[in-house]
C-alpha cells in the first residue's frame, strides 16, 4: 500500500466529516462541493483509478471519515471517567462533533 495517498486520503476525510458536521446548515450543495473537491481533476491525475495510489487514497478517506467518529467516542468516554457521568461525556462528543455549539 502507497503511504503518501494513504495519509492524503486521512486528512481529507477527517477535514471533510468535521467540515460537514460543524456547519450550521449543511445541503446537498455543500455534498456536492466536498465531492467535487475530492474526487476532481488534481486528485484523479494524482491517484489514477485501477492503481494502487487510487486505492490507497480511497482507504485513507474511509479511515479519515470514520476516525472523526471513533474520535468523539473516545472524547466522550475521556469526559465520561473524568466527570462520572455519562451526560458531560455525550456533551462533549456532541460538540466536537458540531451537534452542539460549545459554551
Given amino acids: ?11 481529507l476525510g477527517f477535514v471533510t466529516y ?3 458536521k460543524h456547519k450550521t ?8 462541493a466536498v465531492a467535487a ?3 476532481g481533476g488534481a486528485t484523479a491525475r494524482l491517484f489514477p483509478s485501477g492503481t494502487e495510489g487510487f ?3 480511497c482507504f485513507g478517506m474511509a479511515a ?3 476516525g472523526y467518529l471513533a474520535l468523539s467516542i473516545v472524547i466522550a ?7 462520572g457521568t455519562t451526560t458531560k461525556g455525550a456533551k462533549a462528543a456532541d ?8 459554551q
Fill in 1 to 11: 500500500m502507497a503511504t503518501g495517498p494513504f495519509w492524503f486520503g486521512v486528512v
Fill in 18 to 20: 468535521r467540515t460537514l
Fill in 25 to 32: 446548515k449543511s445541503g446537498v450543495s455543500d455534498i456536492a
Fill in 37 to 39: 473537491a475530492l474526487g
Fill in 55 to 57: 486505492d490507497s487514497y
Fill in 64 to 66: 479519515g471519515f470514520f
Fill in 77 to 83: 468516554a475521556i469526559f465520561t471517567k473524568q466527570t
Fill in 95 to 102: 460538540v466536537f462533533l458540531g451537534f452542539e455549539e460549545s
